[in-house]
């Protein structure tokens, strides 16, 4: 038979075992929302980079489109300036003499 100091000790000891199975649920939900924090920490720093290579990228095109403007542009003057100087060489030097005998 169960004695009556048997019983007082389990009903002692179901009150400590209470708390201890309270405190394992409640970590249990602590950790699930650490860890849901921590993705979501996760998934914001990599929204952020994908944004910001998708702007570096733009910046980069942009930049290298700007910068094939400018040598076209110094291409283009250099080409006028030596057409320019071309058509005034042979402008101001005779070409020589030229013998037509009939």
Do not use: T
Not at 28 to 57: I, P, S, T, Y
Not at 70 to 82: I, V, Y
């Amino acid at each position: 038979m169960v004695r009556s100091l048997d019983v007082q000790q389990i009903l002692l000891q179901s009150n400590a075992v209470e708390r201890v199975q309270q405190v394992q649920q409640q970590q249990a939900d602590v950790q699930q929302k650490h860890f849901q924090g921590q993705l979501a920490e996760e998934k914001r720093e990599l929204r952020e980079k994908v944004n910001n290579l998708e702007e570096a990228e733009r910046l980069m095109i942009k930049e290298e489109e700007e910068r094939e403007k400018r040598e076209k542009k110094k291409n283009m003057a250099k080409r006028k300036k030596q057409d320019a100087a071309a058509g005034d060489l042979s402008v101001d030097e005779p070409l020589g003499k030229i013998d037509i005998r009939v």
